[in-house]
C-alpha cells in the first residue's frame, strides 16, 4: 500500500545526542517536506527537497539537515539535540501532478529533548 | 506568495452544517485553493482542492467566488469526530523554490454534543 512512514513515532533523548528522524514514502513522490510544528501552534517548513540529491532550507531556520540520497527516502539529523529542539517533526511528500498543494503527511515524530 | 486570514476558532454542534470562510486577497493567476484537516498529534490531511466556483467531494463542498479572494469550506452535518484544525493555503501547481506553501494558524473547529 502506498503511504508514507515516520520512525520513531516518539522519541525522548538527552541534550548532546545526535539523532536521526526517518522519513519514507511509497508512493514515488519527487517531492519531500520536513516541517515543525509545536503544540497548539502552525506548522513551519524547515528543509524541502525536489528529488535526488536536491535539499533546500525552509522558511523557518533549523539546525537540522536532511539528505536525499534516494527518491524514497528523506531523513533528518540533529547533530546535537538540544531541549529547544523538542516539538512534532512531520514529514510530508507531494503528488507531481497536484504539485505542493497536494501533499500527504506521515505520522509525525514527537521529540523531547531533556 | 499569497497569504490567507481564517477565524482562529469556531464553534459547533453536531448535526449543524459549518461554513470555514478563507480570505486569500492576494491570490495569483494560476494559485489553487487547498484545504487541510489536521487532528491533534497527527499530520495534516488533504480534504479538498479548487479554483474557481464549487467543488465537491465525500467529505466537503468548497465555493470560490468569481474573483477568488476567498473561498469557504463546507462541513455537512458534522460529527464530534469532525473537531480538528482546518487549513486553508493557497497555491500555484509549479511553485518553485522560493514560494512554498504557508499553512498559517488554520481555524480550531470543536463541535460540541
Known amino acids: 500500500e502506498a503511504d508514507i512512514y515516520q520512525t520513531p513515532r516518539y522519541l525522548v533523548i538527552g541534550t548532546g545526542k545526535k539523532i536521526t528522524l526517518e522519513c519514507s514514502q511509497t508512493m514515488g513522490h519527487d517531492k519531500m517536506y520536513w516541517y515543525q510544528q509545536d503544540p497548539g501552534m502552525e506548522l513551519h517548513l524547515i528543509h524541502y527537497s525536489y528529488g535526488v540529491n536536491s535539499t533546500e532550507k525552509g522558511d523557518l531556520s533549523s539546525e537540522s539537515t536532511v539528505s536525499r540520497i534516494r527518491t524514497e527516502h528523506f531523513p533528518l539529523t540533529l547533530e546535537s539535540a538540544r531541549p529547544s529542539h523538542t516539538s512534532q517533526y512531520l514529514c510530508?511528500?507531494?503528488?507531481?501532478?497536484?504539485?505542493?498543494?497536494?501533499?500527504?503527511f506521515g505520522p509525525g515524530t514527537r521529540l523531547t529533548v531533556l | 506568495l499569497a497569504k490567507t486570514t481564517q477565524p482562529i476558532s469556531m464553534d459547533s454542534y453536531e448535526g449543524q452544517e459549518v461554513n470555514i470562510t478563507c480570505s486569500h486577497n492576494n491570490i495569483a493567476t494560476n494559485d489553487y485553493i487547498t484545504w487541510y484537516q489536521q487532528f491533534p498529534s497527527q499530520g495534516p490531511r488533504f480534504i479538498i482542492q479548487g479554483y474557481k466556483t464549487k467543488v465537491t467531494n465525500e467529505v466537503a463542498s468548497l465555493f470560490i467566488p468569481a474573483d477568488r479572494k476567498s473561498s469557504t469550506l463546507s462541513l455537512p452535518r458534522v460529527s464530534l469526530s469532525d473537531t480538528a484544525v482546518y487549513y486553508c493555503?493557497?497555491?500555484?501547481?509549479?511553485?518553485?523554490?522560493?514560494?512554498?506553501?504557508?499553512f498559517g494558524g488554520g481555524t480550531r473547529l470543536m463541535v460540541k454534543p
Open positions: 510530508a511528500s507531494s503528488d507531481p501532478s497536484g504539485g505542493e498543494s497536494e501533499q500527504f
Open positions: 493555503l493557497v497555491g500555484g501547481p509549479n511553485n518553485n523554490a522560493g514560494n512554498m506553501l504557508t
